[in-house]
């Protein structure tokens, strides 16, 4: 007579000859209605950046079209002044509203207001601000329920070597005259590229600490009510340090800048690049292949940024928030894959994980100026990535939930849906070249954005997106299914809005 340890044997071994040989165990079901909140981020989390030299008109990245550049200075091209007031461009910008529209960027350094028409630029300056083009951005803004953030010019300069905030008071002071919301600003644009900011030569980190100070107090009185932003440095210490220094560069060292500080900001702002585009490097450590734009660890490196600053931000300015105030798919006006739907699963995922790490707000660059835009700049016409942003600006709440990502290639995140108490709605960034699919305890409204082959345009639900007459955004159908799945290296959002999700009550 077999014992008990026997038959248990046999029927294991039976139970395994009956099994396929590569047998898979599924995961659960996911559930939206048990999905724990981890925090908020701001109402204008996703917005954007105008530059400076857009508005003002100059020399900004010199577009592929034309050609490869044949000297350093060869990679700028001029453009006109933005029509802040092109129709398409304010419909598609008030779709992606309430934003907050940064007016900034490395030329912002040497730009001088004009308070005054017929007044003559002194030196110093390379562009000019002129009361019309403040007018515009004044119009645009309200037609696009904007919000203004501003930085302000390294020169001029007072007698005794401080900055002189003469025309930061002007700045402010004919912003609030043409009715502009002013939500915040800071002093200079990437301060630890020194060699860009106007500032006197041999510029160093205690200057720029006493300097950044006396801004605070001086835009405090000039704008009560709006915050100030501090550092507004680029990329993490201690790796551009060492980029700068072999390019011959001078550069600022972040904690440098940030220790001497004395006045409290109300954020700590920085920028991300995870690379450079080939108009600035196509070797080394940050130049990029088309390969990169579904490399995990090409898209953790915004983790790391952030955690850099996040760790200074507790040793400077304890319990402020984070703000990107300038990111994009690579600096130097972006790769020449950074305006094709190649881009799209890289801008969701930031979105994603910066969310979930309490990042507050984070600025694209650009709205409509070269490849990283959103919007094509000779057209206006919407790139793939306007229509993934539009889709988080409709479906995706302010308050994020907790998720775990099915594997390191395909990354899920998921917010409260907008405007739908108790609802749940997810997004999956797909990273691998087969389709992915996440089963789901509830049924779901599905939007799945895919390539459409030509790169330059975007599917949702197998139907092109395209403005219709007189630039009607199309209308974004989703279709109902009882789990989300994801294109290759597609992007796909699910809405629950019956999720009960007690977080989202």
């Given at each position: 007579?077999?014992?008990?340890?026997?038959?248990?044997?046999?029927?294991?071994?039976?139970?395994?000859?009956?099994?396929?040989?590569?047998?898979?165990?599924?995961?659960?079901?996911?559930?939206p209605s048990t999905l724990p909140a981890t925090?908020?981020?701001?109402?204008?989390?996703?917005?954007?950046?105008?530059?400076?030299?857009?508005?003002?008109?100059?020399?900004?990245?010199?577009?592929?079209?034309?050609?490869?550049?044949?000297?350093?200075?060869?990679?700028?091209?001029?453009?006109?002044?933005?029509?802040?007031?092109?129709?398409?461009?304010?419909?598609?910008?008030?779709?992606?509203?309430?934003?907050?529209?940064?007016?900034?960027?490395?030329?912002?350094?040497?730009?001088?207001?004009?308070?005054?028409?017929?007044?003559?630029?002194?030196?110093?300056?390379?562009?000019?601000?002129?009361?019309?083009?403040?007018?515009?951005?004044?119009?645009?803004?309200?037609?696009?329920?904007?919000?203004?953030?501003?930085?302000?010019?390294?020169?001029?300069?007072?007698?005794?070597?401080?900055?002189?905030?003469?025309?930061?008071?002007?700045?402010?002071?004919?912003?609030?005259?043409?009715?502009?919301?002013?939500?915040?600003?800071?002093?200079?644009?990437?301060?630890?590229?020194?060699?860009?900011?106007?500032?006197?030569?041999?510029?160093?980190?205690?200057?720029?600490?006493?300097?950044?100070?006396?801004?605070?107090?001086?835009?405090?009185?000039?704008?009560?009510?709006?915050?100030?932003?501090?550092?507004?440095?680029?990329?993490?210490?201690?790796?551009?340090?060492?980029?700068?220094?072999?390019?011959?560069?001078?550069?600022?060292?972040?904690?440098?800048?940030?220790?001497?500080?004395?006045?409290?900001?109300?954020?700590?702002?920085?920028?991300?690049?995870?690379?450079?585009?080939?108009?600035?490097?196509?070797?080394?450590?940050?130049?990029?292949t088309a390969a990169s734009a579904f490399d995990?660890?090409?898209?953790?490196?915004?983790?790391?940024?952030?955690?850099?600053?996040?760790?200074?931000?507790?040793?400077?300015?304890?319990?402020?928030?984070?703000?990107?105030?300038?990111?994009?798919?690579?600096?130097?006006?972006?790769?020449?894959?950074?305006?094709?739907?190649?881009?799209?699963?890289?801008?969701?995922?930031?979105?994603?994980?910066l969310a979930r790490a309490g990042v507050q707000?984070?600025?694209?660059?650009?709205?409509?100026?070269?490849?990283?835009?959103?919007?094509?700049?000779?057209?206006?016409?919407?790139?793939?990535?306007?229509?993934?942003?539009?889709?988080?600006?409709?479906?995706?709440?302010?308050?994020?939930?907790?998720?775990?990502?099915?594997?390191?290639?395909?990354?899920?995140?998921?917010?409260?849906?907008?405007?739908?108490?108790?609802?749940?709605?997810?997004?999956?960034?797909?990273?691998?070249?087969?389709?992915?699919?996440?089963?789901?305890?509830?049924?779901?409204?599905?939007?799945?954005?895919?390539?459409?082959?030509?790169?330059?345009?975007?599917?949702?639900?197998?139907?092109?997106?395209?403005?219709?007459?007189?630039?009607?955004?199309?209308?974004?159908?989703?279709?109902?299914?009882?789990?989300?799945?994801?294109?290759?290296?597609?992007?796909?959002?699910?809405?629950?809005?019956?999720?009960?999700?007690?977080?989202?009550?």
């Amino acid at each position: 007579m077999m014992g008990q340890r026997t038959l248990t044997l046999m029927a294991a071994a039976l139970l395994a000859c009956a099994l396929p040989a590569k047998a898979t165990v599924m995961p659960p079901a996911l559930d939206p209605s048990t999905l724990p909140a981890t925090g908020t981020v701001h109402p204008r989390f996703q917005s954007y950046n105008i530059e400076m030299v857009e508005v003002t008109g100059g020399r900004f990245w010199k577009p592929y079209r034309l050609g490869p550049p044949a000297s350093p200075e060869d990679r700028y091209a001029y453009r006109p002044p933005l029509d802040l007031a092109n129709p398409r461009l304010v419909r598609l910008a008030a779709a992606l509203g309430p934003a907050i529209v940064r007016v900034s960027g490395t030329w912002a350094n040497r730009t001088w207001f004009q308070a005054q028409p017929g007044t003559t630029r002194p030196p110093g300056f390379d562009q000019t601000l002129t009361m019309a083009q403040l007018a515009g951005l004044a119009r645009f803004l309200r037609a696009t329920d904007g919000e203004l953030l501003l930085s302000f010019a390294g020169v001029p300069r007072l007698p005794d070597g401080r900055w002189d905030p003469a025309q930061m008071q002007a700045l402010v002071a004919a912003s609030r005259r043409a009715g502009i919301r002013l939500i915040a600003g800071h002093y200079l644009n990437e301060p630890n590229l020194v060699h860009l900011t106007g500032t006197p030569k041999g510029y160093s980190a205690n200057e720029f600490a006493r300097d950044s100070d006396l801004f605070a107090t001086a835009f405090r009185r000039a704008a009560p009510g709006a915050l100030v932003l501090a550092p507004d440095a680029v990329g993490q210490g201690p790796a551009i340090e060492a980029l700068a220094r072999a390019a011959n560069q001078p550069v600022l060292g972040v904690e440098a800048m940030m220790a001497p500080m004395r006045v409290t900001v109300d954020a700590v702002a920085y920028h991300h690049y995870g690379g450079v585009s080939e108009r600035c490097a196509t070797s080394g450590p940050l130049a990029l292949t088309a390969a990169s734009a579904f490399d995990p660890a090409f898209l953790a490196r915004t983790d790391a940024t952030a955690a850099y600053y996040a760790a200074l931000r507790d040793r400077f300015a304890p319990g402020a928030p984070l703000w990107l105030t300038e990111v994009a798919q690579a600096a130097c006006g972006g790769s020449r894959w950074a305006a094709t739907f190649a881009d799209t699963p890289r801008y969701i995922d930031q979105m994603g994980r910066l969310a979930r790490a309490g990042v507050q707000v984070i600025l694209h660059n650009t709205l409509a100026a070269s490849d990283y835009a959103l919007l094509d700049e000779r057209d206006f016409a919407p790139r793939p990535n306007y229509w993934a942003a539009l889709l988080w600006a409709r479906l995706m709440d302010r308050r994020v939930l907790t998720t775990d990502h099915p594997s390191p290639t395909l990354r899920l995140y998921a917010h409260c849906l907008k405007g739908r108490r108790g609802g749940v709605a997810l997004v999956a960034v797909n990273l691998e070249a087969e389709p992915r699919t996440i089963a789901l305890a509830q049924r779901a409204e599905i939007y799945a954005l895919a390539d459409a082959d030509t790169g330059r345009a975007v599917t949702l639900n197998g139907t092109r997106l395209a403005l219709g007459p007189r630039d009607a955004l199309p209308a974004l159908n989703a279709v109902g299914a009882d789990a989300l799945t994801v294109a290759p290296r597609g992007v796909s959002f699910a809405v629950v809005p019956d999720a009960g999700n007690r977080a989202c009550r």
